[in-house]
């Protein structure tokens, strides 16, 4: 087809007709450049997934190593999860979101049920369609149980979506840059990232010194956050990941969470856990936070519960914060906040993992691919720090210093995966990377919990020929 030639409107039949180059001047033409497509030299255009693969129109294997962020913890096209989402399709599509349906309350019972066996404490769920929206719903929330405050603490590095109110508590002033503020803006503490501590601590010997520093904020009221005749904080909530995951998949260490939520307590100010990119046993739990024997009063999650199949998100939050009488109906609203696809898929989802052991699981995987990794470090110098928790991994790509950030050599990578070009086995892959990280230079690694131990040593084996690759150029 000749691009030159104006034709409007394109036909379906035009758009059967041309190739990768011609729909991506199109792409370049009509469609907003504002999301992450952009991040890369050359947008990919994919036409089918299976399992941890994705395949391009001409046929090109990619290895993913990230699933969609971690929204496809299952697999793609997973069989079980598809079906739920065509049973539902024939059955019950689409009901207007001031009515009920079983899956509704059967999934939110199933939530409530796992979190009070968790963590002791009763509660309710509240679901939306994006974690940005059920972010925004904890801040109401939180405002709503402390009286209105408006002001929360939040971690350095912390990501927790890029509405208004999602991102005055993201540590990434770049996301509201442009836009301005309808909130206050988060008071950010850093994470004990012990690999680049900010305090020049060592993880053996630091008495979890970051901690401290934060308590300190309440010795004297001229520390401008506490008021101790009054007993009350000017602080709502703290907004927290219990693993670090736009900010590099930082995992504190032992005994951290639990003294910060010591400090939390004493104050009265809430601990809002947001799962959205950890939970669903991303790092060995249903929930990250569990690894760190600490009650969450909120937690907010989303992503891998409906396996990417269809927007949805919720909180849950203890009876205290959310029973009708202090958060009454009409307190916050989402056309489509618990529509029956996503929330048949979503209730599967729960079946599946009550079903399979997936906290052994994600343990002995993720064992298995970072003692791998830890070879890879061994062998390539540009590897700074090797880490993670069940199935997040982090993979900090440094200069030869094995410190220094190394940005231009991450992009190269993910541009050279995309190359589909990486030979082993006797045929081509392609690696899909995602990069995170306060410097932009780690890989995190996020593979479908199903994903083989023969398609693990595939990633070793891939990630090692691309590393050879980038850094003798």
């Given amino acids: 087809m000749n691009m030159d030639i104006k034709k409007q409107p394109y036909s379906s039949a035009d ?89 509704k309350i059967e999934l939110a019972t199933r939530i409530s049920q796992a979190n009070e066996d968790r963590f002791g404490m009763p509660g309710r769920v509240h679901f939306n369609v994006g974690g940005s929206q059920a972010v925004e719903d904890s801040l109401k929330l939180v405002r709503n149980a402390s009286n209105g405050k408006s002001l929360m603490f939040a971690f350095e590095g912390g990501y927790h979506g890029r509405t208004l109110g999602a991102s005055a508590i993201t540590s990434s002033y770049r996301y509201r840059r442009r836009y301005g503020h309808f909130s206050e803006r988060a008071q950010f503490v850093p994470f004990p990232y012990c690999f680049r501590c900010p305090y020049g601590k060592k993880r053996e010997d630091c008495g979890l010194y970051c ?12 520390y401008g956050v506490w008021d101790a005749k009054a007993g009350e904080s000017e602080y709502a909530a703290f ?62 999650f989303g992503k891998a519960m409906t396996n990417g199949l269809n927007p949805l998100s ?26 029956p696809l996503g929330t048949a898929v979503s209730l599967e989802t729960m079946k599946l993992m009550e079903e399979i052991d997936y906290e052994a699981l994600t343990r002995e995987k993720g064992a298995y691919l970072l003692t791998g990794l830890r070879d890879l470090k061994r062998r390539h110098r540009v590897i700074g720090d090797v880490d993670g928790m069940g199935m997040a991994l982090r993979v900090e790509i440094c200069g030869d210093d094995g410190f220094t950030p190394n940005k231009a050599l991450v992009d190269l990578m993910v541009d050279e995966a995309l190359e589909a070009n990486l030979e082993a086995r006797g045929r081509k892959y392609g690696l899909i990377l ?34 050879i690759r980038v850094t003798r150029r």
Wanted: contains cysteine.
């Fill in 15 to 103: 758009f059967d007709a041309m190739n990768e180059e011609e729909m991506l001047a199109l792409e370049a033409r009509h469609c907003s450049h504002g999301d992450t497509v952009h991040y890369v030299k050359q947008p990919k255009i994919f036409e089918r997934c299976e399992g941890s693969y994705m395949y391009d129109a001409h046929g090109r294997t990619y290895l993913d190593l990230q699933m969609w962020y971690s929204a496809v913890n299952f697999g793609y096209a997973n069989p079980r999860l598809n079906d739920a989402v065509k049973r539902q399709l024939d059955r019950l599509p689409q009901v207007a979101s001031q009515y009920l349906h079983r899956e």
């Fill in 211 to 222: 901690v401290e520093q934060f308590a300190r904020l309440f010795d004297t009221e001229y």
């Fill in 314 to 339: 919720g909180l849950w939050a203890r009876e205290e914060l959310i029973n009708p009488e202090q958060f009454p109906p009409g307190s916050t609203h989402s056309t489509f906040n618990a529509n």
């Fill in 239 to 300: 907004y927290v990941e219990a693993i670090q995951g736009t900010g590099g998949y930082v995992v504190p260490p032992p005994g951290y969470f639990e003294r910060l939520k010591e400090v939390l307590e004493a104050r009265k100010i809430l601990l809002v856990d947001d799962e959205i990119q950890m939970g669903f046993y991303r790092a060995g739990k249903l929930w990250a936070i569990e690894n760190f024997n600490v009650k969450p009063d909120i937690i907010v």
């Fill in 434 to 467: 995602d990069i995170g990280g306060y410097y932009k230079n780690v890989i995190t690694l996020a593979p479908s919990l199903d994903i083989s131990y023969e398609e693990m040593d595939l990633a070793l084996e891939l990630l090692d020929q691309l590393l």
